[in-house]
């Protein structure tokens, strides 16, 4: 599966938006999806995943209640919905896919620039 990421920009603190994740390949649906995101400096952390049925998300605690992450498998096509944004939010954002019963995210897409100003 092959991921294209995009929907970063620049918003001020208390903004909203939407990153989208488009995927190619007809076993997009097989695939748990995460959100991850690098800040200048920083290492890169995780954001939010979803399992491949969407039944079950998870999140970082600094994203929790703020974050929502969702997918679309009939247009193949996952969501990171931000509200509340902050400028320690700011990052480049990458979409990855990861086989279920697997830890390790093995396709990576190439990072949109999400950047908050205070």
């Known amino acids: 599966v092959q991921l294209q990421a995009s929907g970063g920009g620049l918003v001020q603190a208390g903004g909203s938006l939407r990153l989208s994740c488009a995927a190619s390949g007809r076993t997009f649906g097989t695939y748990a999806m995460g959100w991850f995101r690098q800040a200048p400096g920083k290492e890169r952390e995780f954001v939010a995943g979803i399992s491949w049925s969407g039944g079950s998300t998870d999140y970082a605690d600094s994203v929790k209640g703020r974050f929502t992450i969702s997918r679309d498998n009939a247009a193949i096509t996952a969501y990171l919905q931000m509200n509340s944004l902050k400028p320690e939010d700011t990052a480049v954002y990458y979409c990855?896919?990861?086989?279920?019963?697997?830890?390790?995210?093995?396709?990576w897409g190439q990072g949109t620039l999400v950047t908050v100003s205070s």
């Open positions: 990855a896919a990861r086989l279920p019963g697997s830890s390790y995210y093995s396709h």
